[in-house]
């Protein structure tokens, strides 16, 4: 085999239209050798003769796109001190673009006997191993480029690429559970209606299907178990493992930003699929162990475990971080996406042993060119000690707030002093990130996640419903913060059903109306349930799979009108926080930017929000108090809307403001459905709300017959009564 000296980056496999550079950063090994297969699976060994700074590198002028191969590392093998080479095992690249095959658990796979971790076990696991391949990195983007859209503007949707497209009736058999079926007009018409701005996509990087869940005949369906970070996971690849996922994937990119749809991938840098002392040697654990994983100071033999899964990434290390990094960058440069939702990104933050906001990591982001530009989205919380930080990570990155989750949930189950915390979640959780100088966009809101009840799930059961994984219902969140409406489950009863549909509907207009982002999960708007499982990471089947053939229509339409009721008007989206400060109330004097009343209409004095009991409010928000300026530098207006709560289970009579507020009011959001027919409502008049509702009034301004072409009328026909009702 013709080999040349090549260079040492950049690391991984790089075809450049004659030949393939090598490159693989080792400092443990005394020798490495890159390993090819042919079709047949005979295997070619070229030894990696040129070594800088620790990066073994090769040039083969006649490898060509679509070549498998491996490394096997030589050193020392003393796991007592944390160096784990042993050149039996076929290890696979860590910069592998693209990887064929899957795991085939043999005990090969693993460097030491069953039963005895002392021992050390030199079978050959080339046969039941995965390959990396080299791709051609050169596809024809037509124009594409990322999508910049500002989170003000966002509704995130985060789906499963099999989850959401096994079942579709419209995709193509051959295209299901693929991301090209991510892709397919139908999906993406889907999105569209539903106003999504982005979608976030559960872990596309190659992962590894645990052999103890296959034992049970499960799998791995969530995919948070990495094992390439470069490479897009080959079994959503209709096309072929040998290359054309990267195809495929970057398709379907291209596919949706042509829609206008943000691409975020939920990622997975926090830990590996090698999992702990007695994991498999796949790759980084035989290359070089100390420096990729976070070892147990005083014992090396051991890991660090931030994560619950066995190893912690270790981010104290340059090529560990390094990696990261040109990871990230790759897949905005050369895959185009968007942004990145950070899994347990506390251990991300884990420089030394407490998480550190200022930690390195946090630092590299902070001044990359490319990474700092497009979203961050922190999980903010891992299971180690202190791990909660929700309202902790730097300006630059957004986060999932768990707190809005849990307050959001309570309230509308009817849950005892709740009012002032809802109050603030739903106004962007100013309490959390106002004072590092952050905007409400900081907090991604949601209600459900991949990781629990669905929303259907959540207004029909009390407690999980985990049997079909196995542990006997140990897995999965005990204390959900669900109701279900009366009776555990599926039932016939026509109150229930009809109280479900209203709380569903309750949530996602809270969640498309609050200040902050939106994140819906896949299916809620469509009345997916899961049996009551909060937890099916191990259920690729029926049970995870969005059934497309029992959608609630009524839901989806619903769903996608609130939604364009928040993309109309920015008031429901504000850049920047309320401050409510007071101003006098005379005639024809503004308001402040934010009101809120009690039922009676009456403002809110610290005693009623002290109220254990109070489960009814209603919020003022005043279009014109909105702070900025669009694109064209022109100040931000809109029309003002006035919001009612109403989690009780008795109906309620609201009491409308003053006419300073506003003199005519007009409903556009009836969770209840049940005064949808009134046209316009006087100030000061009596309204009555459905127990366990929502209502939404815009202010009413006829437009003046005689014709006016002012800028202020145009607005007014811009903004005016022309919101479509929402029942």
Known sequence: METWPGTPYPLGATFDGSGTNFALFSEAASRVELCLFDEDGAETRVALREVDAYVWHAYLPHVQPGQRYGYRVHGDYLPEQGIRNNPSKLLLDPYAKSIDGAIQWNPSLFSYDFGDPASRNDDDSAPYTMKSVVINPFFDWAGDRPLRTPYSNSIIYEAHVKGLTQLHPAVPEEQRGTYAGVAHPAVI?????????????????????????????????????????FAPHNAYSSTGNTGQQVQEFKSMVRALHRAGIEVILDVVYNHTAEGNHLGPTLSFKGIDNAAYYRLVDDDPQFYMDYTGTGNSFNVRHPHSLQLIMDSLRYWVIEMHVDGFRFDLAAALAREFYDVDKLATFFELVQQDPVVSQVKLIAEPWDVGPGGYQVGNFPPQWTEWNGKYRDTVRDFWRGEPSTLGEFAARATGSADLYESEGRRPVASINFVTAHDGFTLRDLVSYNDKHNEANGEAGKDGESHNRSWNSGIEGPTDDADVLALRSRQQRNFLATLLLSQGVP?????????????????????????????????????????????????????????????????????????????????????????????????????????????????RGQPITDVNFLVLFHADAEPIDFTLPTAQFSEHWEIVVDTSGGVQELDTIAAGSTLSVTGRSLVVLRAHSPLDHVADDSVAASLSVLTGSHTEKVG
């Open 189 to 229: 018409d889907h999105l569209t209606k539903l106003g999504v701005t982005a979608i976030e996509l559960m872990p596309v990087h190659q992962f590894v299907n645990d052999n103890t869940l296959q034992d049970k005949g499960l799998s791995n369906y969530w995919g948070y178990n990495t094992i390439g970070f």
């Open 519 to 631: 994140m819906i999960t896949h299916g809620d708007e469509l009345g997916r349930t899961q049996q009551g499982n909060n937890n099916v990471y191990a259920q690729d089947s029926e049970l995870s799979w969005i059934d497309w053939s029992t959608v609630d229509q009524p839901l989806v339409e619903f769903t996608a009108a609130v939604a364009r009721l928040r993309h109309e008007h920015p008031t429901f989206r504000r850049m920047r926080y309320f401050d409510g400060r007071p101003v006098t109330r005379g005639k024809g004097e503004p308001l402040p930017d934010i009101v809120w009343l009690t039922p009676s209409g009456t403002e809110m004095a610290a005693k009623d929000w002290d109220t254990q009991f109070a489960r009814s409010v209603a919020v003022f928000l005043n279009g014109h108090g909105i702070r900025g300026r669009d694109p």
